[in-house]
């Protein structure tokens, strides 16, 4: 469940998110009653759904990227948004754009490569570049070595690599969110957890020289 409450179909008013829900959902209402087409939960929508003018601001930027303005290639435009969720390990982000890849047609070799592209051999000049780049904006917070820049500039203009700038760090933050607020499949317990000692340890710096036994 997330950490937040999620709003019930019978408390939503705005009109944007009524369709939204309309189109998701049918007539269910998705606390009651979660799922969507592709296999998520749902709950993104009914929490965002807390605040109409944040959701209106989300599915606009949806839009956004998906514009017939754009112009970049919406495959290196997903393998953007598919390394934002693997770096920001979101599951949901993740998942979906993978989705989103196999429906441009890229093939299952090059999905399954985007959590280990820099030593695979499937892709290539453009689309190593621009998982290059991806990595700079999500792993590094967006410290990028001019020599990404300029092979990003052998095939795009500066419109194009800012539109992929904006679009992929629009990604880690969906990515954050979801993973802060427990939504859609980043419900999930913390992986990382102490393993415990096998009965009996007795909690010490084990890694010093054992102490003389007393006489």
């Known amino acids: ?5 999620q709003v019930p179909r019978s408390e939503i008013t705005d009109d944007v998110i009524k369709a939204y829900f309309q189109r998701l959902f049918g007539d269910k209402d998705p606390i009651k009653e979660p799922g ?3 296999g998520t939960p749902g709950d993104w929508w009914s929490v965002f759904a807390l605040c109409p003018d944040i959701f209106r601001h989300a599915v606009d930027g949806f839009a956004l990227y998906r514009s017939p303005s754009r112009r ?3 495959v290196l435009r997903e393998l953007g948004q598919t390394r934002a969720g ?7 982000v993740f998942s979906q754009h993978c989705k989103s890849l196999r429906g441009l047609g890229v093939s299952e070799d090059k999905i399954a490569a985007v959590a280990h592209w820099a030593v695979a051999d499937c ?3 453009q689309e190593r570049a621009v998982l290059a780049y991806a990595d700079c904006l999500t792993q590094a917070n967006g410290r990028t070595p001019i020599e990404v820049f300029d092979k990003l500039r052998t095939f795009w203009d500066d419109q194009q690599i800012f539109e992929f700038t904006y679009i992929t760090t ?3 933050m969906h990515a954050v969110i979801t993973r802060a607020l427990r939504m859609e499949f980043d419900d999930r317990d913390e992986p990382i957890v102490e393993v415990a000692a096998p ?3 007795v909690a010490a710096d084990f890694l010093s020289a054992p102490r003389p036994a007393k006489t």
Not at 1 to 5: G, I, K, Q, S, Y
Not at 86 to 92: L, T
């Open 1 to 5: 469940m997330p950490v937040l409450r």
């Open 36 to 38: 969507t087409a592709t």
């Open 72 to 74: 970049i290639d919406p």
């Open 86 to 92: 693997w770096n920001k390990g979101s599951q949901f």
């Open 123 to 125: 892709y290539d000049d």
């Open 170 to 172: 629009l990604y880690d």
């Open 199 to 201: 009965e009996g340890f």
